[in-house]
């Protein structure tokens, strides 16, 4: 019987921003998925989400996949990802968790779902969560039939993978000590993440939920323009403290309108993103407040999703109000946009033991 059993936390990591130059890691790809542990003994296989919720029901295709190449007793720590075009696609990802279904099926059939190992936590009726990183990762290495991301103990590779595997999809570098045991819930790995900044229009407004209308401002609608000068809903920033959340409040209520918006009416086009729609999240609409487009704010952000127009990934956070800019100068141009990289070299089958790293070639699953 395998000694582990759901649900498990799964290890986290914390923010770090660069990543260093002496050893005693391991590094590996960040992918930009759900993260799942995967626990098989016998006929019985379950998906596990980070917060411990069975995602079975939404990959059986995975299940089918792990079924048919797992050992019968085994724990493993990984991601679930889907990978379209040649690109992650987080998107795609997340209209899995769907109550239906039908539609369940479909997807897994047109745009299946694949789970990347990146951990070890129990063969047979053996445990290896205190054995440190290292020797875990020899034994996943030794493992055949399952995807398992890159590794490397290089600094300079990790840095190398941290640029190069963006143009994928990839989320950006996580580090290992290697002489560290699997520790549930606790942050022990380092995780290195673009940081990037923009700016944007400030397009609108939300009221703060545990407020009054016109009291306190809960977040503030972002906008890019695209170069046929349509303006675009991409995300918002928010996380201000209780007492700027009033000052925001009374500072922007002159900009407030109820006249002419390019998110309102008929100014609204074709294929423009605009906040507060209707989604798989949301049955109803979320409101939001229109200001005139006088305001320019600096925000950071990650990375993007979601195509041609994108939106930030993650709420956005402020940096600064740009009173030197004007709104109409704010547009989709001044993104990064990462060097595009093969994901399906990424995900090929190997034709060496370990690893191969990217010189000369890309690194590729073991």
């Not at 003994?41 to 917060?51: F, I, K, V």
């Not at 996380?239 to 609204?268: K, Q, S």
């Not at 060097?339 to 060496?352: G, M, Q």
């Not at 010189?359 to 699953?365: D, S």
């Amino acid at each position: 019987m395998v000694p582990l059993s759901p649900p498990i936390q799964p290890m986290l990591a914390r923010a770090v921003k660069t990543i260093p130059d002496t050893g005693g890691m391991l590094f590996e790809p960040k992918w930009d998925g759900f993260r799942c542990l995967v626990f098989r003994d016998g006929d019985q296989l379950t998906l596990q989400s980070r917060a411990g919720k069975p995602l079975n029901r939404y990959f059986p295709e995975v299940l089918a996949e792990l079924s048919a190449v797992l050992p019968e007793q085994v724990v493993l720590d990984g991601e679930l990802v889907v990978a379209h075009d040649g690109h992650l696609d987080f998107d795609a990802l997340t209209e899995r968790i769907h109550p239906a279904k039908s539609r369940v099926t479909m997807l897994a059939e047109n745009v299946p779902a694949t789970f990347v190992a990146f951990d070890l936590l129990a063969l047979g009726e053996e445990s290896f969560v205190d054995e440190p990183t290292s020797a875990r990762r020899d034994r996943l290495e030794k493992l055949t039939g399952i995807k398992i991301t890159p590794a490397t103990s290089d600094p300079a590779i990790a840095r190398e993978w941290f640029t190069l595997f963006e143009g994928a999809g990839l989320d950006g570098v996580i580090g290992k000590p290697l002489d560290a045991p699997y520790q549930p819930g606790k942050r022990i790995m380092a995780k290195y993440k673009h940081a990037r900044t923009a700016d944007c229009v400030v397009a609108g407004l939300r009221w703060h939920a545990d407020s009054a209308p016109g009291e306190a401002v809960g977040s503030l609608l972002l906008g890019l323009y695209d170069d046929r000068e349509i303006l675009h809903h991409v995300g918002v920033v928010g996380a201000f403290a209780a007492a700027r959340r009033r000052e925001l409040a009374t500072e922007l209520a002159g900009l407030i309108t109820d006249g002419e918006h390019p998110w309102l009416g008929d100014a609204v086009v074709e294929g423009q993103r605009l906040p507060g729609g209707i989604t798989r999240w949301r049955s109803t609409e979320q409101p939001w407040v229109p200001l005139r487009l006088e305001r320019v704010v600096e925000v950071g952000y990650e990375h993007t999703e979601g195509g041609h127009p994108a939106r930030f990934r993650h709420t956005a956070q402020f940096v600064r109000w740009r009173p030197d800019r004007e709104p109409a100068s704010c547009g989709y141009a001044q993104l990064d946009e990462p060097a595009r990289y093969d994901l399906e070299a990424l995900l090929a089958k190997p034709t060496e033991s370990r690893p191969a790293r990217p010189t000369g070639g890309p690194p590729t699953f073991r």
